[in-house]
Nanobody
């Protein structure tokens, strides 16, 4: 059974770049069909899909974040990474990585990590 684990700093200063890594076990990120997403949930708000990388390495981004987000992978480590530049306190959220058969990962389907809290504050 595939498992996903997010890792990264819990606190980031405004204007810096946030970097989070998702380590995958029990399945390869190059397996055809699957897409690997980043999703976040700000306090008191709903889930927001941020972007994804496909099994072939193609990337997909939310239009609202496309200018600041970058997703790339390290197939040798079976990991994929989110970088979000120029963060503000509005980027404070629990960040999740997920696997699904569609680009925009669905909460009730696929496999999700447990999530990691990121706070943007000086």
């Amino acid at each position: 059974q595939v498992q996903l684990q997010e890792s990264g700093p819990g606190l980031v200063k405004p204007s810096q770049t946030l970097s989070l890594t998702c380590t995958v076990s029990g399945g390869s990120i190059t397996t055809p069909i699957y897409y690997w997403s980043w999703i976040r949930q700000p306090p008191g708000k709903g889930l927001e899909w941020m972007g994804a990388i496909g099994y072939s390495g193609s990337t997909y981004y939310s239009p609202s974040l496309k200018s600041r987000a970058s997703i790339f992978r390290d197939t040798s480590k079976n990991q994929f990474t989110l970088q979000l530049s120029s963060v503000t306190p509005e980027d404070t959220a629990v960040y999740y990585c997920a696997r699904d058969r569609v680009v925009t990962a669905r909460r009730d389907f696929g496999s999700w990590g447990q999530g990691t809290q990121v706070t943007v504050s000086s």
